[in-house]
């Protein structure tokens, strides 16, 4: 049977010690710093302003990152890459995001997600064949799922692959659009329906664009991140070998979910160097501006933003940590949960931090020879890329909704009844999680993350009685199942973080105070989403855009 993941059995009151508590790793510092020179030696050559300008990476510097081995920083050393462990990838992705994301884009997205696919599932021979050109930049690679009608609604793509009738080759058509690298790339993961009757049942496919019937279009004008390409992508009888074909039939769509939560860590670690770099901003601008003869660091509402913001730079830490060695696989159980929260308090809190940075710095912020007009617009996007923020809060509670789900009919209507009734008063029973922690905040924050999990159980529990199939509908309940469980994770990344730093005899004591301002934000966050029904706030919006729309 396939294990849980953390957060599912947190939700059924069991904390595993062997995914809780973790050694603190400092990864390969040496590597991580040279790689983080080299880019910031391109950037010195092609200045961020200079390429935003320009609208597109020179080739010269899309060599000079393939020459500097960017381009295969965690593709494994057989295959010529540098192979840094998933840790270093992402400390690489937090410096770089804070020096210039837009530049950075093309090979961050190439690895996280173009060739992802290849290096986690690829057989030998595509290994080979692909990877090596890949660490060397000679093939920069897109990752190509998303369609005009289709965004987060992946199941429903309509490119399909079709089986030629001597099964040496499929034939792919259709259309991808908003493909990051697609102007760059010479080749790309592409997804396609095998089956055009059964949606959902997908393949992965190695595909190259000097190939007849790949036609790339232009690069689309973007708010932001200008430097990327993004394109178009149209496939007319495109003929794919069988042995391009990732994975086994049908197993596309596994494949594809799991390359996203790569993506999301990654968005986490751009979300963490747009924080840092904004509170660092804002530091150092309430020292120097001056009003009403004092400096803004003496004001309360400035201190509220820095603190807040620091606060969080602070949570996303935790939340890396802890989900790496999770997704690296040696722990069990999918993580798409802890990718999800990863995903969303990430991007939803920098951006944040961003318009915090900006707001600090007065009118001087709004001039676009400042910084932060470009990263605000670069950052934006982080919001959209690899499942809106509308989709994050709620698909944690979905996916929990769906594998208790599954559970519950495979029972006999008479388990079925039992099967609930035990495991609602099971609920309030307190979680017997041996966590040894200090007096002050983190023994509030263990006693409140126990009864979160409990909360967390019963309201999943009401969703499969009450709501039933049309709990998918039940946006504002999903929303607030899901954010009672962001906060929980973010305590439980936080505590298990403190417990790796207190075993390396570091000095706690600013951690237990961004604890103490996490577990006050947790407080009120729960006393605005403990209800089971929609408020009267969320009944009047639904009768008024019922009258825009003429429903």
């Known amino acids: 049977m396939e294990r849980e993941g953390f957060m599912e059995e947190i939700y059924r009151g069991i904390l595993d010690g062997d995914r809780f508590f973790r050694e603190a790793d400092r990864g390969d510092e040496k590597k991580v710093r040279e790689i983080l020179e080299r880019f910031d030696g391109l950037l010195k050559t092609w200045p961020s302003r200079t390429i935003e300008e320009a609208g597109r990476i020179p080739r010269e510097m899309l060599d000079a990152m393939g020459k500097a081995g960017l381009f295969g920083i965690s593709i494994p050393q057989a295959y010529d890459g540098l192979e840094l462990g998933l840790r270093d990838l992402i400390r690489v992705v937090d410096a770089v995001s804070e020096a210039d994301m837009s530049s950075a884009l093309a090979f961050l997205a190439h690895l996280l997600i173009g060739v992802k696919a290849i290096d986690l599932y690829g ?5 080979r064949k692909y990877l090596r050109p890949a660490a060397a930049g000679e093939m920069i690679f897109s990752y190509a799922l998303t369609e005009p009608e289709t965004g987060s609604d992946a199941r429903h793509i309509r490119t399909t692959a079709e089986l030629s009738k001597d099964g040496t080759h499929y034939v792919l058509n259709g259309v991808k659009t908003y493909i990051t690298n697609a102007g760059y790339a010479g080749g790309m993961t592409v997804f396609a329906r095998t089956d055009p009757a059964r949606p959902g049942v997908l393949g992965a496919f190695i595909v190259e664009t000097a190939w007849e019937g790949v036609h790339i279009g232009k690069d689309m004008p973007k708010m932001g991140l200008k430097a ?25 769509f596994a494949i594809a979910m799991n390359v996203l939560n790569y993506g999301r860590l990654g968005l986490i670690a751009a979300s963490l160097g747009m924080t840092r770099r904004s509170v660092k901003d804002m530091v150092e601008r309430s020292r120097s501006r001056v009003q009403f003869g004092r400096p803004i660091k003496d004001f ?3 201190q509220e933003k820095i603190a807040r913001c620091r606060v969080h730079q602070f949570v996303m830490e935790a ?5 790496v060695p999770l997704l690296e696989g040696a722990r069990g159980g999918d993580p798409v949960i802890e990718t999800s929260h990863c995903k969303l308090f990430g991007t939803t809190r920098a951006w944040d931090a961003a318009y915090d940075a900006l707001q600090a710095a007065g009118g001087s912020g709004y001039i676009s020879t400042q910084p932060y007009e470009k990263r605000m617009r670069d950052f934006r996007v982080t919001t959209i890329f690899e499942g809106t923020t509308e989709i994050h809060s709620m698909y944690p509670a979905l996916y929990a909704l769906g594998r208790l789900g599954k559970t519950v009919r495979t029972l006999s209507w008479g388990k079925r009844l039992r099967f609930l009734l035990r495991e609602w008063v099971t609920s309030f029973r307190p979680r017997r999680w041996h966590l040894p922690v200090p007096a002050g905040a983190p023994r509030r924050a263990v006693r409140l993350a126990r009864r979160l999990s409990g909360m967390i159980r019963r309201r999943l529990l009401f969703g499969i009685v009450v709501h039933r199939a049309k709990v998918v509908e039940k946006e504002y309940f999903l929303r607030r199942v899901t954010t009672l469980s962001l906060y929980l994770f973010g305590l439980l990344a936080v505590l298990s973080g403190m417990s790796a730093a207190g075993k390396t005899g570091r000095d706690p004591g600013e951690e237990k105070e961004f604890l103490s301002y996490f577990l006050e934000e947790t407080g009120e966050t729960v006393r605005g ?4 029904t929609d408020a009267a706030k969320e009944r009047v919006a639904g009768r008024i855009c019922r009258r825009l729309f003429g429903g």
Not at 123 to 127: G, H, L, N, V
Not at 529 to 532: A, L
């Open 123 to 127: 057989t030998e021979e595509q290994k």
């Open 228 to 252: 990327s390409s993004t394109a178009m992508i149209r496939f007319k009888d495109v003929r794919v070998p069988l042995e391009n074909r990732i994975g086994g039939p049908g197993e596309g």
């Open 300 to 302: 309360e509402l400035i």
């Open 319 to 323: 939340m890396t940590d802890f989900t």
């Open 529 to 532: 989403n403990r209800r089971f």
